[in-house]
């Protein structure tokens, strides 16, 4: 793949490039490293030809290096850069004289496609055509060669039209998706506006196509000629009907409105933002944070303090794509809020600037990280545009993280009752990691409802009101009060008569809440009486609360990793022990399925060095770990097994792909429950062990493995990623990762029979057991239960109970024999479309 090199005057300018090429690139990323600035804080702006040679090393690909510059020096520091490569990797570099912004989307759109450095050069090159086209009818656009139409006759031609039906049109990462899409195929696509056929743009040209500028409602004309040119039609028809990638985004009418400047507060009311729509009331509780402190420190190595560093950033960067992850189990487009923390957290300017820091004033990396997010924040700060202004507040948010680490202090938040809660703004991981029966609603000094904590405010359910203003910091804390999260309303010590009607407006919001929910914690019993086990999904006790809340017949899969993340030490037996003893009085006596560690490669510890591997999803993670760190392991069974006295828990091995890891793994709990027998501590007369089903290897061999074990709980998100080939996130793969393809089917079939012959049971506990159109044809293959994040255990048990186990048992047989994933879901949906409530 072409890698690029930014060289720019300005840090921030080359930043904000870099960001913005992300927003585009839709199938794999392509390869960015960045030489700009100066070292001088002073004088900040300039180039340097040994930062740019560096740069150019960094990303090197024999497919090729494109080098973009901005203006003057920056052209001479890269020609003097280019001269000092060995030279065989000269020929395969190129500086392009193209408008850096323009150039670089366009080049990033190009290289993602698998383009030869010459057509991805082109496309730089033809990045002002558009713009051009569009301020003025003189100025003719250069078409690059590379380029043109393909020779062919009328007759060759196939069209078709399509309406854009997304908010804001062919935007950035649309635009991208649409022009990803158009270049899997070898015809020659091209697109116009409906009625305007005389302006037909190339297709596969992001450029082109973004310059088009259509809107929402607009109909465009796409006409392919070549080889595959109805496939080509197809997708990109299909790609439509899904709204170019964003059929997921909740819609506007779901975003609470602000109220108008002009609107004044009734009297005893102040006024603010409506960020989280409810009505809550309760005493005032003022949230304190306790901030890291930071002292200036010189220091003799720079290369061990940006090493101690790195440490924390990687050990920051996993504990964000837990608190991501936990999100996104119920609310995966909200989750997308955390990628920006990562994206931070990695970016190589930051990570530059704070380099530079430390080597040339000597300090200490906490000093000189906190200047680089200053620096940052302040820059977001300056920016007009409300939205991008508040990602400050991100900033500094995921910055303190890393300096929480960094000096040993923790960064903690306080609440010492429960209430409503006032703080002068609320970072979003303030706002994930709030108790939601602590906090019944939620008053900030500042922001707004399009801030990241305001958004996860609406995905907990925490009415919020922002953007008050200092009075609200000034209310005593106990002091009542009243939040309206519909009208952006909080009243201080309000009269009897407001009290009276809020409680009004808050009961009824309630019933409706709870409606939904009312016959969630009965059983899920089809209507032919067959018991369906419907279990949660958690990583917390807080998740177990809501997952009891919620009518959780049990928990089927706990993630312990969140005990091990996010700290610079492992948890000690006795820690362990606590946690998993509080889950299963939580849990109110049901049973409780407890997955022994489950991190390495992609999710690393700070504490365990692993080194780094090309693929850490076929790496040492999981049980392989837990085998190479015996200490470790032992010490979470013996937790385990603690826990078990008095309390209905089972234990769950995951990545088993040998018998062999399997035999290992229980041959250190046997062990592990022999010592606790010889020190006569308590714990169960016996505890259920299972095994995760995530690869094909142990779904093949299910048979082999079903005499070993209590029973299996299939991941059904990881075996169809290792089945079907295809990495999970990967949006360019995206069409093949569904747990209803007919070869993850038979690998099901195959493990329900293995354990039906062996007595045993089955779960499945991967997004697929809460999958509407998924959950018939897994009762039917004979699956006992499903595990599934709690949020969606009420409709889950609601659909099962409008089932019979004699007709999920026949569309079960039929699915098998279908020839692909969508195949299996037309024919449900078609099922459950005739079914009577």
Not at 31 to 54: F, N, S, Y
Not at 121 to 130: K, Q, R
Not at 171 to 189: E, K, N, Y
Not at 694 to 705: D, G, I, K, N, T
């Amino acid at each position: 793949m072409v890698s690029i090199v930014l060289v720019s005057h300005s840090s921030l300018l080359a930043a904000g490039i870099v960001e913005m090429a992300r927003m585009v690139m839709q199938q794999a990323p392509v390869p960015i490293a960045v030489a700009a600035g100066a070292a001088d804080p002073e004088h900040p702006l300039g180039t340097d030809a040994a930062k740019i040679r560096q740069a150019i090393e960094e990303v090197y690909s024999d497919d090729g290096v494109l080098v973009l510059m901005d203006l003057g020096s920056a052209v001479l520091s890269a020609e003097m850069a280019v001269d000092f490569l060995p030279e065989e990797k000269r020929a395969n570099v190129k500086l392009c004289a193209a408008p850096i912004v323009e150039g670089t989307i366009a080049a990033v759109v190009q290289a993602s496609l698998g383009a030869s450095l010459d057509r991805v050069v082109a496309e730089a090159m033809e990045s002002l055509a558009g713009k051009s086209e569009s301020l003025s009818d003189h100025i003719q656009a250069v078409v690059s060669p590379a380029l043109a139409p393909s020779e062919g006759t009328a007759a060759d031609l196939l069209e078709t039209q399509l309406t854009v039906t997304n908010r804001l049109g062919l935007h950035a990462r649309p635009a991208a998706l649409f022009v990803q899409t158009a270049g899997r195929f070898r015809s020659d696509i091209r697109i116009a506006r409906a009625g305007q056929g005389t302006r037909k743009v190339n297709a596969k040209s992001f450029n082109a196509v973004a310059s088009l500028g259509i809107r929402q409602h607009e109909v465009i004309t796409v006409s392919a000629r070549g080889p595959d040119a109805a496939e080509a039609l197809a997708a990109l028809q299909q790609l439509a009907a899904d709204q170019f990638g964003e059929a997921s985004e909740p819609p506007e009418a779901q975003q609470p409105a602000s109220p108008t400047p002009t609107a004044e507060a009734p009297v005893g009311a102040l006024r603010g933002a409506a960020a989280s729509p409810g009505y809550a009331i309760g005493p005032a509780v003022v949230l304190r944070h306790v901030e890291p402190q930071v002292e200036r420190r010189a220091i003799d190595d720079p290369d061990a303090e940006m090493a101690r560093l790195r440490t924390v950033l990687d050990a920051v960067r996993e504990s964000t794509r837990l608190l991501r992850d936990q999100i996104a189990r119920q609310h995966p487009y909200e989750a997308a809020i955390f990628d920006a923390y990562l994206m931070f957290l990695s970016d190589p300017e930051v990570l530059t600037r704070v380099q530079q820091i430390i080597e040339h004033e000597r300090i200490n990396a906490e000093w000189a990280w906190r200047e680089t997010v200053n620096e940052s924040a302040r820059a977001f700060e300056a920016i007009e545009d409300e939205y991008m202004r508040a990602r400050a507040v991100d900033i500094r948010d995921i910055g303190a993280q890393v300096l929480s680490r960094l000096t040993g202090q923790t960064r903690s938040i306080t609440i010492d009752q429960a209430g409503i809660v006032i703080a002068p703004d609320l970072s979003p991981s303030d706002t994930a990691h709030l108790d939601r029966f602590m906090v019944l609603g939620i008053c900030t000094e500042r922001g707004s409802p399009t801030s990241h904590s305001a958004i996860l405010a609406r995905t907990l359910g925490i009415p919020a009101v922002t953007g008050i203003g200092a009075a609200i910091g000034r209310v005593e804390p106990g002091t009542l009060l009243v939040v309206d999260g519909y009208e952006g309303l909080v009243w201080i010590a309000p009269d009897e008569q407001v009290v009276a009607e809020y409680t009004d407006r808050q009961a009824q919001w309630r019933a409706a809440q709870e409606q939904a929910q009312r016959s969630s914690a009965t059983p899920a019993m089809t209507k032919d009486g067959a018991h369906i086990e419907v279990a949660a999904n958690i990583g917390s006790l807080a998740d177990a609360r809501t997952a009891a809340e919620l009518g959780a017949d049990g928990v089927g899969l706990l993630r312990t990793e969140f005990l091990f993340l996010d700290r610079t030490a492992a948890p000690d037996e006795n820690e362990q022990c606590q946690m998993y003893v509080a889950i299963a009085q939580a849990m109110e006596g049901r049973p409780v399925v407890v997955r022994t560690l489950d991190v390495g490669g992609d999710k690393p510890l700070a504490y365990i060095p692993l080194g780094r591997e090309e693929n850490p999803f076929l790496g040492q993670r999981a049980i392989r770990l837990c085998l190479n760190q015996p200490d470790l392991f032992a010490a979470q069974l013996r937790a385990i097994l603690r826990a078990s006295a008095g309390h209905s828990l089972k234990v769950m091995f995951p990545m088993i792909a040998d018998i062999s890891e399997l035999r290992r793994a229980r041959a250190i709990l046997e062990s592990a429950a022999a010592g606790l027998r010889a020190q006569s501590t308590p714990m169960a007369d016996s505890i259920e062990v299972g095994m995760m089903v995530e690869v094909p290897s142990a779904a093949l061999l299910a048979h082999v493995f079903a005499p070993e074990v209590d029973f299996f709980s299939i991941g059904s998100n990881d075996l169809v990623q290792y089945t079907l080939a295809a990495e999970r996130g990967n949006a360019a793969v995206a069409h093949l990762q569904d747990g209803l393809h007919p070869a993850v089917l038979v690998q099901i079939q195959h493990v329900v029979q293995s354990a039906q012959r062996a007595g045993k049971w089955v779960s499945v506990c991967g997004e697929l057991a809460a999958d509407h159109e998924a959950v018939p044809v897994l009762i039917g293959l004979g699956v006992n239960k499903l595990s599934m994040s709690p949020g969606a255990i009420p409709q889950v048990k609601e659909l099962i109970r409008r089932l019979t186990l004699e007709e999920v048992r026949q569309w079960a047989s039929q699915a098998l024999t279908m020839e692909s994933a969508e195949a299996v879901r037309q024919f449900i949906r078609a099922r459950l479309e005739t079914l009577a409530d």
